[in-house]
């Protein structure tokens, strides 16, 4: 048996053997984030080695272009061109080049000689996660990346430890912020899509190449990873419909508030139960995983998610609603998420424990839109006239699809011939002195294949000028 000092002085020795311990770091990359990471790691030395077990000694930070000028000061002997000779002689890589190549090489090399991986590389994990789990598997290595995912939200490790041990059903997220300053913008101040990009530009929250935020593009890679590590399963950026928020108008957030909502660009994964998809599958079930612009009530959680703000709303069937809120991106908010995984990583290589394994227990199907149920927005514009109502509400039923509320508003009067759609489309033969009406239609939940028939069947009546907008509606 052994006694409590026994006890006290055999855990004091482990931890001046660990304090003993040296683990060797490389960095990859020394941009916004790494720059921040390599200060973390100089400065706040001696409290990381408390906590970690063993020293972590920054071996370099591999760079495209060492005579850089750079925001952080940091000793330039570190920086280097070599990230290969980095990685050879590394405990833990860290990578923060971002891209798939050659990232991905890099972190194959150091997961095949057994080194860990900490990343942040959403795009990577989202196109080729599997490549790298596997890897990982194979050597007991650990690839750890909650800086992929809403930055410094703590996240992954919500899913991927907290709730395994809950049955999560569904994944609702605000995780770009980019997008999220843009709509929040618009619902402010009423201006449109372009012109709050370009402010955003110059205020330096949009990038110079905004494509992969504002086409949902870096949300759909986020998807991507929360649907794998929620649902246990691999989803990769192929399997995540995406659509962006370039089509997101100012009428239509005008409309939105009228309704009481608002317009969030959601990135949402779904365990969707036996029999709700499509043929094939025939039991058991499957996932949805997608990103679109969303209405949502002004009183949902994720509603009050302002600015570049990220939030993850998560529903488990024992956990109930939990919601994750705070800094999306930047600098030091990422760089605390990758040093978080860097200390978590670093004591279990001191205990010498085994990398955990990649959390894809299960291969489930990915379910197409057309099984996916959800409310729908609908905005025309049509002629004022009797009878456009009745004729227009009879193609929704035609479809099946139930409307559960429907908002005019008339334009007023405006001559023929005038701007745009009106002057191309003359329903029903009007005159000078028509006017037109827009409609908004509100569904009750109807599949995508549904939704799309209806609004085909609709652009097609004399009628209707145009259909200026779908939008899927959550949360009511
Ligand atoms: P940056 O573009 O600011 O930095 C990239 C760094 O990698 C630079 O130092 C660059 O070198 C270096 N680099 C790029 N390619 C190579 C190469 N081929 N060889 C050697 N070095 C290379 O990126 P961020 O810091 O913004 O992002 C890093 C990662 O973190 C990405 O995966 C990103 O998605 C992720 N991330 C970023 C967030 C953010 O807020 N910025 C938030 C969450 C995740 P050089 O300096 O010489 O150009
Ligand atoms: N471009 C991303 C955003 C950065 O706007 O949220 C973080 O991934």
Do not use: W
Not at 52 to 75: C, K, Y
Not at 182 to 202: H, N, Y
Not at 336 to 342: L, T, Y
Not at 356 to 378: M, Q
């Amino acid at each position: 048996m052994t006694s409590t000092s026994e006890a006290q002085l055999a855990a004091a020795q482990r931890q001046d053997a660990g304090a003993e311990r040296v683990l060797t770091v490389a960095l990859l990359g020394g941009g916004t984030v790494g720059s921040q990471v390599a200060r973390i790691l100089l400065d706040d030395a001696e409290a990381l080695t408390a906590r970690a077990g063993a020293r972590l000694e920054l071996a370099g930070i591999a760079v495209r272009n060492v005579g850089a000028p750079r925001d952080v000061e940091l000793p330039r002997e570190l920086y280097t061109t070599d990230a290969e000779g980095l990685v050879a002689r590394a405990d833990l890589v860290i990578e923060l080049m971002g891209g798939i190549e050659p990232a991905r090489t890099h972190i194959l090399a150091a997961l095949r000689h057994g080194a860990s991986v900490v990343t942040g590389n959403k795009a990577l994990l989202a196109q080729d996660g599997a490549t790298l789990f596997d890897e990982a598997d194979a050597n007991d290595a650990e690839l750890n990346f909650e800086a992929a995912v809403a930055g410094a939200i703590p996240i992954i490790r919500p899913i991927r430890e907290s709730l395994s041990g809950d049955r999560i059903t569904r994944v609702l997220g605000i995780v770009n912020g980019t997008t999220n300053f843009i709509l929040d913008s618009m619902d402010t101040t009423g201006a449109q899509f372009a012109d709050v990009l370009a402010e955003a530009q110059r205020l330096g929250y949009a990038e110079a190449d905004p494509t992969a935020d504002v086409e949902g593009l870096d949300a759909a890679a986020k998807a991507a990873i929360l649907a794998s590590l929620a649902f246990h399963t691999r989803v990769s950026l192929d399997d995540v419909r995406c659509e962006g928020i370039t089509k997101v108008s100012a009428a239509d957030i005008a409309a939105a508030q009228d309704a009481g909502m608002t317009i969030k660009l959601l990135a949402i994964a779904e365990l969707v139960a036996d029999g709700a998809h499509g043929a094939g599958t025939g039991k058991g079930e499957g996932v949805s995983v997608r990103v679109h612009p969303t209405l949502l009530p002004r009183t949902h959680p994720l509603a009050a998610v302002h600015g570049a703000y990220n939030a993850v709303f998560v529903e488990a069937e024992n956990a109930g609603s939990l919601m994750f809120y705070g800094a999306g991106a930047g600098g030091a908010p990422t760089a605390s998420a990758i040093m978080g995984d860097v200390v978590t990583t670093a004591r279990r290589i001191v205990a010498g424990s085994p990398g955990r394994a990649g959390t894809a227990t299960r291969v489930l199907p990915i379910v197409g839109p057309e099984s996916i149920t959800t409310s729908y927005s609908v905005g025309l514009e049509v002629a004022d006239q009797p009878g456009v109502l009745s004729r227009v509400a009879s193609v929704f039923a035609q479809h099946g699809v139930s409307i559960e509320t429907m908002r005019q508003q008339i334009h007023g009067t405006e001559k023929a011939g005038g701007a745009g759609a009106a002057a191309d489309k003359d329903p029903a033969g009007r005159g000078e002195g028509a006017s037109r009406a827009e409609l908004r239609f509100v569904t009750h939940r109807a599949t995508e294949a549904a939704l799309a028939a209806t609004v085909a069947d609709i652009k097609n009546l004399d009628v209707v000028e145009s259909v200026t907008s779908v939008l899927r509606v959550e949360g009511v």
